[in-house]
């Protein structure tokens, strides 16, 4: 079976304004017409301005969105559609993010609703799990994370429609990270709960990593097994420091 092509995801969530804009440009500049990366590359930015960003992006970069509501329209005050972020050009949409699962108490059979209105949307969902400290303190990674990941996709799921992001919770934006063998043993898991579900297919589903990822631990990261590409928060919102990231998948 072909291999996922690897992917790294800048997730800007509540950062940025229009001005912003000149970051996606110097962006577009670094990765250049001759890229020699071999991923995709992917900026998440706020609802206000991802029309604005998906009508200026390039051939070398694809707009996403952080968030999604589960109709298509409706009495849903301040909530967007799948629809209306494919509308504004987006091509895929982050759902199950661990700010929205505690801030927002989402729950995993939500975030099956949501990735199941962006494949309604012809959008692809990145689906996030990821275990918090005390979760992983108590040694219940796998079994909270596995949990996560079959009760969050839905029936729509395929390898081509949905990208799954492992972020250990206590590891986003702290500049914590797990060891190398802790990463590989959880992508492991999931790449096996994938290819038991979905066979063969479950192969090509791409499995970012995400939690502190950042240009001096990027290359080191990318390569282990069943890591796909990262989804990166803070480290994305600089040109600079997001092409550092992306050197990881350069000769």
Known sequence: MAQPTPLVAGNWKMNG???SESELQALEGLLGAGSDAVC??????????????ADVAGDALMI????????VSGA??????AEMIADAGATHVIVGHSERRADHAETSSLVA??????????????????????ERDAGDTLEVV???LTGSLPETTTADNCIIAYEPVWAIGTGRTPTNNDIGEVHAAIRNALETQFGDNGTRFAILYGGSVKPANAKELMTIDNVNGALVGGASLKASDFNGIIDAYRP
């Not at 849903?76 to 559609?81: C, E, N, P, W």
């Open 64 to 71: 996403g969105a952080q968030d999604c509501h589960t109709q």
């Open 113 to 134: 609703e949501k990735a199941g209105a962006a494949h309604r949307a012809g959008l692809t969902a990145i689906v996030c799990v990821g275990e918090t400290e005390t």
């Open 40 to 53: 995709n590359v992917l900026i998440c930015p706020p609802f206000p301005i991802l029309s604005r960003f």
């Open 17 to 19: 304004l229009r001005q």
């Open 76 to 81: 849903h005050t301040g909530d967007v559609s």
């Open 146 to 148: 596995l949990k996560q």
